[in-house]
């Protein structure tokens, strides 16, 4: 017979079924039952419930790196976008305090510089610190020192800032004899007049004399003619006489040692010029075009015998 039953083993099943549970709730380091649809991590508030005051701190340091990284990155943008509007890089407000204060003492060098200036030139100007003491005459011939003093009209003692040598060379310039002036101030006391006296080319006998006329046609002097200077022969000689023009072109486009045998250069109009030489041959110029090639054809010529020398047509010049 059996005895009475006891109470029944507790099978693995029951065991398992009430296994990681209290009455409380889920144990430590137990995970209970998951709700439908929800994650495999924790919601925020469990996990801020577990952060610790050290990763709280690095959190609360991390967010204030990138804050200043965003403010300094937007206050960059925002100086990139000025200096494009500007069409410049934005002045540093140092830099222009430095700019100021080196603009200013410039400035004030610039005002020291100019006072100090002034000063010596009006020094220099009413006093007879630099002032004309000697007078320095260069390129005369025919014309006379005296003659070039005297025109001038310098004052010895005259301070050379008020010379005006525009007003001094007029004046030497109005001698005849005299074709340009130049005049310079040669400091410290020392006026310099450099001059170009007129060269005869030609000569024209009147009833007072022989006068010489220069390239230009200026009758500059009366006088005997100097060795080797031929005669014009025209009616009304002078700087705008045509004939007279046309004359002094062909003489000096003459080779020296061609002008040197001319007595007589006729002249009657512009185009019927001859030359007389000093042996009595005579040449036939024409008009003065193609002047410079038949002053070379004519001193090929010249090598040739004959009485006359035709180079009114250079292309096709005749010695008879």
């Known amino acids: ?43 925020p508030a469990e996990a801020a419930s577990f952060e610790g005051p050290r990763r709280r ?14 403010a300094a990155a937007i206050e960059a943008a925002r100086r990139e976008a000025k200096r494009r509007a500007l069409g410049g890089a934005e002045p540093e407000p140092a830099k222009s305090t430095t700019r100021a204060v080196r603009g200013l003492k410039t400035l004030m060098w610039s005002a020291l510089a100019s006072v100090v200036i002034a ?23 025919a014309v006379s020192y005296e003659e070039v003093i005297s025109t001038a009209g310098v004052v010895p003692g005259t ?28 400091y410290p006391s020392s006026l310099r007049i450099s001059v170009v006296e007129r060269v005869p080319v030609v000569v024209k006998d009147f009833p007072d004399g022989p006068h010489l006329f220069d390239r230009d046609g200026v009758d500059f002097a009366i ?3 100097p060795v080797g200077v031929p005669y014009l022969d025209t009616d009304n000689p ?8 046309a004359a002094l072109q062909v003489m000096t486009s003459l080779p020296p040692e061609v002008a040197a045998q001319v007595a007589r250069v006729g002249a ?3 185009a019927s010029i001859t030359l007389q030489l000093v ?21 090929a010529l010249l090598t040739q015998p004959g009485r006359t020398y035709d180079v009114s047509s250079p292309d096709l010049p005749t010695v008879k």
């Open 238 to 245: 002078g700087p705008d006489d045509p004939p007279t023009k």
């Open 1 to 43: 017979m059996t005895g009475p039953a006891g109470p029944e083993p507790e099978t693995p099943a029951a065991a398992g079924e009430f296994a990681g549970f209290s009455l409380d709730g889920p144990q430590s380091g137990q995970a209970g039952p998951q709700q439908p649809g929800s994650g495999s991590k924790d919601p």
């Open 119 to 141: 000063a010596l030139g009006l020094l220099l100007y009413f006093t007879p610190i630099m002032s004309v003491r000697t007078f320095e005459v260069t390129g005369l011939a």
């Open 268 to 270: 009657p109009s512009v």
């Open 159 to 186: 301070p050379l800032l008020q010379v005006d040598t525009e007003v001094v060379a007029e004046r030497v310039a109005n001698i005849r004899r005299i074709a340009s002036v130049r005049v310079q101030r040669q």
């Open 279 to 299: 042996d009595g041959r005579q040449v036939v110029w024409g008009t003065t075009d193609r002047t410079e090639e038949k002053a070379v054809k004519l001193a």
């Open 57 to 70: 701190a690095r959190r609360e340091r991390e967010q204030r790196r990138a804050a200043q990284a965003r």
């Open 223 to 225: 006088g005997p003619p």
